[in-house]
């Protein structure tokens, strides 16, 4: 049995027709960092809460370690989460933030208290600073803070709600490898909510990646790249090109030849060959490019720099692509180019 | 604002209070004031004939029992409707803030009068029971008004994350809530104080003539000075005194408040 199961959860807001979440369901294994990724709207926070009690769901059922836990108040379950602002109290050193719950409850010596707090410090790579006060963090440490405020608490799941958000991009890089860390020294099981794809692949076991309410696709980060289940999740994902195909078995038939993809799960019929943009195998002459899969000589018709890579815009077979190269083998406008397509960067999607 | 400015305007603002006290300091030790004198022969006679008085006594202690009740039952009557009124968006609020601001819009006589007949007739004439509910009528919907606008600029956020971690209601509202609004309650627990330690109409009406409070006292003295004018300044010294200690003993608090949970969080009230 699934250590965190989610069974037909549907929730809906007072005064909304459609349905926030939507017959939804997960399983979360021990131990497992999974995130929930889709854009804004999509019910990724809403079913968070509804996970910490914060929400109720209209029906399903949710269950923690084989217990089913609806009907139980937020504070009663063994869950702890951790916010998009770090929300600490601004009266309190780090010390009083982090022992903050078990304080207040008294459900911890004081000692024992003591040295959980120093544990936690040195978790979040602030050791000797429990004396500060809270006014005096950088949003980084406001955030680890918030971290360690949490498993203090020991949960047995921990919710973080786009907890990185409002930190620049470095900053979150670390922060991401913070969560990692922590997840592989505590084993704590970890649902992770975002709209960022980078952060989603760089933190998870399994992505669950929502749209309206519902799951698109639950599955490890790499699939995601090689094997999307649909077109929405193609999209999402970054893939570019989309080449109307006809499916008949494993074997794909389109503009651009014909391809065999085993274990697509598409029906049979019409199809689209997704293909990712950095699926281009360079070649500056017809010679090399015959050294790979799938030579092609196209057209270009647009070339954008993006800094160490250049999209180009190639018309190839009646075909537009959208093809990443590295901007020290881009071509130029005129010139004719050559090139090839990498299979594991293409998937027939429905 | 620097600090040399901000000097300036408390200095000023403390100038305007305290300056008018002046002359009535001066007046309630005075024994003989003659008129070509630019100071007066000083002596304690007043003071000692005023706290002698057990007409005083029996009012100041009447007032004080009057505005620590009143103001504690509109604050626990007010405070989990003021925060549903200020945190929460739903249809009706504005009506039901509207509805809060009647009893301020209505003329207090209109309703006193009705309130009196009504009270001698159910036994809550002339006692402290009747002018605890004839003050709370006008009393709790202004409290409620201050403080869902304290409210307004509340963080519910902070509760979710304290219950997400297990915390207790109880603990929530002691640890996170109140500390978080515990400027905004203080100002308005200070206005409803104010408040009720200068109501005269309501008292007068519904608990008259036995029952006396500093209002009841103070007012008429001060339109007829009969007892002489160092009697009347000690009086009315005993009138402003208590709200002029609340003020010096939560002054600190209200100017510096930086022990709450955010301090962003109720800056409109303050």
New interface residues.
């Given amino acids: 049995m699934s250590f965190l199961a989610l069974e037909h959860v549907s929730k809906t807001y007072q005064g909304m027709a459609d349905p926030v979440v939507d017959d939804l369901s997960l399983d979360v294994e021990k131990g497992e960092i999974v995130v929930l990724l889709g854009s804004s709207g999509c019910g990724k926070t809403t079913l968070l809460k509804t996970i910490a009690g914060l929400e109720t769901q209209d029906a399903g059922t949710v269950s923690i370690d084989g217990e089913c836990v609806d009907g139980i108040n937020a504070e009663k379950r063994p869950i702890a989460m951790v916010f998009q602002k770090a929300l600490l109290f601004r009266n309190m050193t780090v010390e009083q933030n982090i022992n903050f719950a078990p304080r207040v409850n008294r459900t911890m010596e004081k000692a024992e208290m003591a040295a959980k707090v120093e544990e936690m410090l040195e978790l979040i790579e602030m050791k000797g600073m429990g004396k500060k006060k809270a006014t005096e963090l950088s949003g980084g440490q406001e955030q680890r803070v918030s971290l360690a405020r949490a498993l203090m608490t020991n949960p047995k799941i921990l919710l973080l709600d786009e907890p990185f958000s409002a930190l620049d991009a470095q900053l979150r890089v670390t922060m991401r490898q913070h969560i990692k860390r922590i997840n592989q020294a505590l084993g704590t099981t970890m649902v992770f909510v975002t709209h960022d794809q980078q952060e989603a692949v760089e933190v998870a076991d399994r992505i669950a990646l929502m749209h309206g309410g519902r799951i698109l696709q639950y599955a490890k980060p790499i699939d995601f790249y090689e094997r999307p289940n649909s077109r929405a999740v193609a999209d999402f994902f970054g893939w570019r090109n989309f080449v109307p195909a006809q499916k008949n078995g494993a074997c794909i038939e389109c503009a651009l030849g014909t391809f065999d993809f085993e274990g697509c799960e598409a029906a049979d019929g019409s199809v689209d060959l997704a293909i990712r943009p950095e699926a281009v195998i360079c070649a500056n002459d017809m010679s090399n490019a015959a050294s790979t899969d799938l030579p092609y000589e196209g057209t270009l018709l647009d070339v954008m720099p993006q800094g160490p890579f250049t999209l180009c815009r190639v018309s190839c077979k009646g075909v537009e692509l959208e093809l990443l190269v590295k901007a020290t083998e881009a071509p130029t406008l005129g010139d004719t180019f050559c090139f090839g397509l990498n299979k594991r960067m293409m998937w027939p999607v429905a | 604002m620097s600090r040399r400015t901000r000097t300036i305007i408390i200095a000023l603002m403390l100038a305007a209070v305290l300056v008018p006290l002046i002359p009535l300091v001066l007046w309630s030790f005075t024994d003989i004031w003659p008129f070509d004198q630019p100071l007066p022969s000083f002596s304690l006679r007043s003071w000692e004939a005023t706290l002698r008085n057990s007409q005083v006594i029996e009012a100041l202690i009447n007032s004080l029992v009057l505005c620590v009740v009143v103001v504690s039952l509109s604050l626990a009557m007010s405070f989990f409707a003021a925060k549903n009124l200020g945190t929460r968006r739903f249809k009706g609020r504005r009506l039901i803030q509207f509805l809060l601001l009647v009893p301020s819009f209505i003329p207090q006589i209109a309703l006193v009068f009705g309130m009196q007949r009504v009270f001698s007739q159910i036994g809550l004439y002339n006692n402290y029971a009747g002018v605890v509910v004839a003050l709370l009528v006008f009393y709790v919907p202004y409290m409620t008004l201050l403080l869902s606008a304290v409210f307004e600029g509340y963080?519910m956020?902070?509760e979710?994350?304290?219950?997400?971690?297990?915390?207790?209601?109880w603990?929530i509202l002691?640890?996170?809530t109140l500390?978080a609004v515990r400027s905004g309650v203080i100002v308005s627990c200070i206005f409803n104080f104010i408040g009720v330690w200068a109501a005269y109409l309501v008292v007068s009406a519904v608990a008259h003539p036995t029952f006396r409070t500093m209002s009841l006292l103070a007012f008429p003295m001060i339109s007829s000075a009969s007892n002489g004018y160092a009697a009347t300044a000690c009086v009315i010294f005993l009138y402003i005194l208590p709200i002029l200690l609340i003020l010096i003993f939560f002054s600190k608090l209200l100017v510096t408040d930086?022990?709450?949970?955010?301090?962003n969080q109720t800056g409109g009230m303050l």
């Fill in positions: 963080d956020d902070y979710r994350q304290a219950k997400s971690l297990g915390v207790s209601s603990n002691w640890h996170v500390p930086t022990d709450r949970p955010d301090t």
